[in-house]
């Protein structure tokens, strides 16, 4: 039910725009986020949305280069990736607290989501 895309082969200082499409489903009144997973590496959070888009939460490795958003009548959210290095290299997921209606993301934050969709991958060149 949610689907990322926008992934792909970027240079280092470069920028990518992933989307994350909702179907089956609305979760505009859910707050979502992204996480991503390197190769031999733990997943790991790196931003989150709140369900009115009014407050957003980052990753410190990815705070001033990484811009989450929502556009609720699209019914999906978009994360801006601007300065990229090659430690952002991985699969990156959308996620969504489909129990927290009109909630916080909090549980987002804590990797508690209850829905989870296919990554994409970024690579970064250096």
């Known amino acids: 039910q949610l689907q990322a895309s926008g992934g792909g082969l970027v240079q280092a200082g470069g920028s990518l725009r992933l989307s994350c499409a909702a179907s089956g489903r609305t979760f505009n009144l859910y707050p979502m986020g992204w996480f991503r997973q390197a190769p031999g590496k733990e997943r790991e959070f790196v931003a989150a949305i709140s369900w009115s888009g009014h407050y957003t939460y980052y990753a410190e490795s990815v705070k001033g280069r990484f811009t989450i958003s929502r556009d609720k009548a699209k019914n999906t959210m978009t994360l801006q990736m601007n300065s990229l290095k090659s430690e952002d290299t991985a699969a990156y997921y959308c996620?969504?607290?489909?129990?927290?209606?009109?909630?916080?993301?909090?549980?987002?934050?804590?990797?508690?989501?209850?829905?989870w969709g296919r990554g994409t991958l970024v690579t970064v060149s250096s």
């Open positions: 996620v969504a607290d489909g129990r927290s209606r009109f909630g916080e993301f909090n549980d987002v934050v804590a990797g508690k989501a209850d829905y």
